[in-house]
């Protein structure tokens, strides 16, 4: 799809200096700027390569006044890096715009749906499934019985979304994401083998959530798992059964929780964090990776360590492992000279 600098400007509300009706039909940035594609310049430091980028148009921002001949046409804006992020969602939500119900696919007569449906070709939609407005499931996706889905939520190809789901509005999903799956239960027996135990409740997915690629959310054992309104997860996160992840809170990769540890809101959490089960993590709390939760947490603390404590205190600890050589060889010493003072002192 093709758009020229004048309809560009006209979104962002930007002023255009060159050609008007020159064309863009791709992005890139401004060092590899090509005929045809459109860049942005925000940064001094990259202020040299709008004199000689091959891009058809610039954004740049309102008070720049170039040094010398420009070849790009230049669409002036309050804040050029705003501006782009501006266009990208756009761009993002014209590529995104599909609909219809492609061949090979299946959904349910029972399911109840909007006419702006997407479904990709040998996607599953099961029974009794409610679909909001604006809903795009890609191919090879699953999305099983009775599950409920808002508005405005990408699918993308490869999800599977297992039965009594509850899924709110403006969410995604990446490939491979896998939500409401058994949670980890398993009653031992006397003679050393399990004997599992029926994973009965649901996933319940607020508003504003996004989870990427190979991340699995288990189903509750009873109750719901819940992840509340803006949590962002990463790819490949384990989210053990009923637990909930509060509001706004954002996981980095390979972070693991264990089932029934309750995750307050506005938290940072590193990747390839450890939680222990059971336990409760406060508010606007830090967890720097690589870290391990095994106790309750309270609001706002830092932790970092495998075994993880306060901030400061693993700072100042560290301080003392990276000398540790050094130590030892110092009470070594002083070891003998203590001997040395008894022997003289006994002899």
Do not use: W
């Not at 007569?109 to 939609?125: N, Q, R």
């Not at 490949?236 to 637990?243: C, K, P, T």
């Not at 309750?262 to 993590?281: E, L, P, S, Y």
């Amino acid at each position: 799809m093709k758009f020229t600098a004048q309809q560009i400007a006209e979104i962002l509300e930007g002023e255009v200096v060159g050609n008007p009706n020159v064309e863009v039909s791709k992005l890139s940035k401004i060092e590899e700027g090509q005929d045809g594609s459109l860049t942005f310049l925000s940064n001094p430091k990259y202020q040299n390569f709008i004199y000689t980028t091959q891009a058809s148009v610039t954004i740049v921002n309102a008070t720049f006044v170039p040094e010398k001949t420009v070849a790009t046409t230049l669409i002036k804006v309050t804040d050029a890096y705003g501006a782009f992020t501006k266009l990208l969602e756009f761009y993002n939500q014209v590529k995104l715009n599909k609909t219809g119900i492609e061949p090979l696919s299946f959904i349910d007569e029972s399911v109840s749906y909007e006419p702006d449906l997407y479904l990709g070709s040998f996607a599953y939609v099961g029974k009794n499934v409610v679909l909001g407005k604006n809903v795009k499931i890609y191919p090879n996706s699953y999305v099983g019985d009775n599950v409920i889905i808002g508005n405005n939520v990408t699918i993308f190809a490869g999800v599977t979304i297992y039965s009594e789901t509850e899924i709110g509005n403006n969410c995604t999903f990446h490939s491979g994401t896998i939500i409401g799956s058994d949670g980890f239960g398993f009653a031992p027996n006397a003679d050393g083998t399990y004997t599992k135990i029926p994973q009965i409740g649901n996933v319940v997915i607020e508003d504003d959530v996004e989870i990427g690629a190979n991340t699995t959310v288990d189903r509750a054992t009873m109750g719901s798992t819940i992840i509340r309104k803006g949590v962002k997860l990463d790819n490949q996160i384990q989210v053990g059964h009923n637990v909930e992840i509060g509001e706004n809170t954002v996981i980095a990769a390979q972070t693991g929780i264990a089932g029934s540890t309750k995750i307050g809101t506005n938290g940072m959490i590193g990747g390839q964090v450890g939680f222990a089960g059971h336990i409760t993590v406060g508010n606007n709390v830090r967890i720097k990776a690589n870290s391990g939760v095994t106790k309750n947490v309270k609001d706002g603390e830092v932790l970092q360590g495998p075994l993880a404590f306060t901030d400061s205190s693993y700072a100042k600890s560290y301080i003392h492992f990276k000398n540790l050589p050094k130590i030892i060889s110092e009470i070594e010493e002083l070891k003998k000279e203590i001997l040395n003072l008894k022997t003289n002192t006994h002899g």
